[in-house]
């Protein structure tokens, strides 16, 4: 699960947002006293994400109301399936509702896609990673829905390890300035991965014992033979313009990981709603 206090922080930040000063609807609508019912109903298919998250919106609002949980994450859900209940003041209902439901939807979304993807290629030795291509603010939650999908995270930040990509190389001047230089400034236990985008620089990354090497946008073919040449000597990662039209054929090629970027920057809002009984 997620630190608590970054999912407090992100809750508060998302219900000052929605509600800043008052909810002119619902407080000019509904007296203080009175106490409703509601559900959260799944209207598709999907992997729960983020009901905890949910429920802990009410919380913060007021923790007085009753919140039960049916399906937690991970769990299966159908099209009409009551994925939770709610009871308590119907203005708290009514505040919490879109905050709770936004992050409920996103993170399911994530999970969901991510299982799709990670369905289609169990039969291969390969996992699926995220990438740092997330909604700002929300990186710990997308990348926790990843997970919850059954795909496994790719660094946090910039701050976690090396990762030498094609503008660093340029910068430096090659593949070798670029590794040469960070070895001298990092610690021994920090990994490095370097980004090649053809057989020659592949090479030139072998040679440089590195610990992972990024495939960036290569064909089929090019994946194949760079698995060949690499002969379990780096951890190999595939990345680029892969969707679920190829993702079966990239991982076919013996690469050991798929980072793919869509499973955050793309995935669809998993359709779920709060009826009030």
Known sequence: MVNKLIIDNVIKNALIEDINYIDITTDNLINDEQISEGYFLAKEDGIVCGIEISKRVFDILDDNIEFEILKRDREKIKKGDI????????????????????????LSGISTYTNNLVDLIKDCNTKIVDTRKTTPNLRPLEKYAVKIGGGFN?????SESVMIKDNHIQAMGSITNAVSKIRENIGHTIKI???????????????????????????????????????????????GNITESNIVEV???????????????SAKSLDISMKIK
Do not use: F, P
């Open 83 to 106: 994925i939770a209940t709610v009871k308590g003041s119907t203005k708290t209902l009514l505040k919490g509702e879109r905050t709770a439901l936004n992050i409920l939807q996103r």
């Open 193 to 239: 991965e370097v980004e090649v985008k053809n057989i020659d620089e592949l090479n030139e990354a072998l040679n440089l014992n590195t610990d992972i090497i990024m495939l960036d946008n290569m064909s089929i073919d090019e994946m194949s033979e760079c698995v060949k040449i690499n002969n379990k000597k780096s951890i190999l990662e595939a990345s």
């Open 154 to 158: 790719h660094r946090y930040n910039l």
């Open 251 to 265: 991982a076919k090629t013996g690469v050991d990981i798929i980072s793919l970027g869509a499973l955050t920057h």
